[in-house]
Antibody
Framework: QVHLVQSGAEVKKPGSSVKVSCKASGGTFTMHEFSWVRQAPGQGLEWMGGIIPMFGTPNHAQRFQGRITISADESTSTAYMELTNLTSDDTAVYYC??????????????WGQGTLVTVSS | EIVMTQSPATLSVSPGERATLSCRASQHIGNNLAWYQQKPGQAPRLLIYGTSRRATDTPGRFSGSGSGTEFTLTISSLQSEDFAVYYCHQYNNWPSTAFGGGTKVEIK
């Protein structure tokens, strides 16, 4: 069983950056995958990207190309998502999510509690 | 890029009735499809994966079916706690993945 705890809510100005953290407990950190999924107010779920700490190389959805950095720190069992050049369209709840290990099904068994990022001047 | 389309956007159902939710993929995704339930203010919860396998603690009234590009989530007899938004999720072309737009199941 993996427990994911995310950092707190953020209020940012347009054009600035935000970095959200996701601390994992339970299981072996490097064997897990961590994805970032966001949800704008009243909207659906949108996959942003992910990382497998064991391999280190992140991937992301094309629409975030140039603006997103996903990383992981094994020493603190924490995954990070940084989004730059924020606009009001980036106002959303950001979730980290992770599949269970030991299966080929890459569904999201575990979710963080969500981090609300509000972009406003 | 695989696009997931869910229908209907909203489904009005009376308690005790059956609900049938649809999800279509723009390309074949085998059986690599999951369903999630989300209630207001909460993170999504995994219900079904591998098209038809129930996740731990998923009640037996939830069932999934389909293959290729057409998938269905059926709730056999809606309970009050089942009124929520449901999302399908393809993970066939992992590490890239995509969600459907969601179906809101509301009380009729």
């Amino acid at each position: 069983q993996v427990h994911l705890v995310q950092s707190g809510a953020e209020v940012k100005k347009p054009g600035s950056s935000v970095k959200v953290s996701c601390k994992a407990s339970g299981g072996t950190f490097t064997m897990h995958e961590f994805s970032w999924v966001r949800q704008a107010p009243g909207q659906g779920l949108e996959w942003m990207g992910g990382i497998i700490p064991m391999f280190g190389t992140p991937n992301h959805a094309q629409r975030f190309q140039g603006r997103i950095t996903i990383s992981a720190d094994e020493s603190t069992s924490t995954a990070y998502m940084e989004l730059t050049n924020l606009t009001s369209d980036d106002t959303a709840v950001y979730y980290c999510a992770s599949p269970a290990t030991g299966t080929t099904h890459r569904k999201f068994d575990y979710w963080g509690q969500g981090t609300l990022v509000t972009v406003s001047s | 890029e695989i696009v997931m389309t869910q229908s209907p956007a909203t489904l009005s159902v009376s308690p005790g009735e059956r609900a049938t939710l649809s999800c279509r993929a723009s390309q074949h995704i085998g059986n690599n499809l999951a369903w999630y339930q989300q209630k207001p203010g909460q993170a999504p919860r995994l219900l079904i994966y591998g098209t038809s396998r129930r996740a731990t603690d998923t009640p037996g009234r939830f069932s999934g079916s389909g293959s290729g590009t057409e998938f269905t989530l059926t709730i056999s007899s809606l309970q009050s706690e089942d009124f929520a938004v449901y999302y399908c999720h393809q993970y066939n072309n992992w590490p890239s993945t995509a969600f459907g737009g969601g179906t809101k199941v509301e009380i009729k």
